[in-house]
């Protein structure tokens, strides 16, 4: 071996070594991840909703026109760089492990968070400061964002009502509400654009399957599916679907009425019942996981809908509220922002971990 040829040896390691470590991370990879992405583009929509003009004059709603603008564009620009980066990653995964996507989407749970980067994509269209819905910028958008959810619609609530490979009350879990969810931030979107017609249809598919989902889960079938415990943080998507549901119908009726204030009060319910039973999180919580994002994205969408609680209501009490949720969501998403930039490695395979290649598609759909 010539000198020339030894030198090339250790370039040629490390070239593989890196290869095999990029790969490592994409065979890590999941939908889970765009948890991440639904948590800062829902608060870029709350920040954007608290700083918009108003008739509510009431002084804690001063208290968020306050804020400056400038700390509402880095919010949006770094759950678009995240989101664009979760995407890009996930679609590596799709191109170099096929065979784990398709895992992925044949499970119970990694199934429903295929909905997760097109509801991310969603809310962030409806928080952009640079277009207004009714331009056609947004239009095509939204097409592009809501088709992918319609085909996921099709394929599993077919699946629900046909009895086929995953029948209901089999394989209903918390995570099944994140289809619910995609169609009323869908609804959402188009009643903004003015397109009642289709916010309608959406909001239709979307509530009826809701009512079907929350009694199944209610219910605790006898062999319905159960989650690990380190995903038990994905209970707080009761209260995303009500909440949603609330902001849906406002965009759609066009005010904050009997039927959206009920659905809002459904989530506060739901979310009292959560916190009184500590002990149910506790497993989840020894040891940091990306599941911990699950607690932000609900908080942050029913922080959302106090605020046009607040708005139609005009009185102190639901101004306290606004101000508690909407403080608690914030405080939620940075706590987890510092955890995540403290725990980044924890996210991702170390070197030479390859014995970890080992698991189970299964279990890498969900973790």
Aim: net charge positive; with cysteine.
């Amino acid at each position: 071996m010539d000198t020339k040829e030894a030198q090339s040896l250790p370039v040629t390691r490390v070239f593989v070594t890196q290869k095999n470590h990029f790969s490592s991370i994409l065979s890590r990879f999941h939908a889970g991840f765009f948890r991440i992405s639904l948590s800062l583009c829902s608060q870029a929509l709350l920040w954007k909703t608290l700083s918009e003009p108003s008739d509510d004059i009431h002084k804690f709603r001063n208290i968020f026109r306050m804020l400056p603008s400038t700390a509402f564009l880095l919010l949006w620009s770094l759950a678009l760089f995240s989101l664009v980066l979760l995407s890009l990653l996930y679609l590596l995964r799709l191109l170099f492990h096929f065979d784990m996507v398709k895992s992925e989407f044949s499970h119970h749970v990694g199934v429903n968070y295929l909905f997760a980067p097109w509801i991310s994509w969603l809310l962030l269209l409806q928080a952009t400061p640079f277009f207004k819905p009714k331009e056609v910028y947004f239009l095509v958008l939204w097409w592009i964002f809501v088709v992918p959810i319609v085909a996921l619609d099709i394929k599993i609530y077919g699946q629900w009502i046909t009895k086929g490979k995953r029948f209901l009350s089999g394989v209903a879990n918390p995570t099944s509400q994140l289809s619910v969810i995609g169609n009323l931030v869908g609804a959402r979107a188009a009643a903004k654009m003015g397109w009642n017609e289709s916010a309608l249809l959406l909001f239709a598919i979307g509530m009826s399957h809701y009512l079907v989902l929350f009694v199944t889960l209610y219910q605790r079938l006898p062999g319905s599916s159960s989650i690990p415990a380190m995903l038990r943080p994905v209970f707080f998507l009761f209260l995303a679907a009500p909440s949603m549901a609330s902001l849906s119908w406002d965009s759609i009726h066009g005010k904050f009425d009997s039927s959206s204030k009920m659905l809002f009060f459904l989530s506060l319910f739901l979310f009292l019942s959560l916190i009184s039973r500590p002990a149910l999180f506790k497993r989840s919580m020894k040891k940091f996981n990306v599941s911990w994002w699950a607690y932000s994205f609900p908080l942050t969408v029913m922080a959302i809908a106090s605020t046009k609680y607040a708005q139609e209501i005009k009185n102190t009490a639901s101004h306290i509220l606004m101000l508690l949720l909407s403080g608690l969501s914030v405080i939620v998403s940075l706590v987890l922002m510092i955890f995540t930039a403290f725990n980044s490695n924890s996210f991702l395979p170390s070197d030479g971990d390859d014995s970890m290649h080992c698991t189970s598609n299964k279990r890498l759909s969900i973790v």
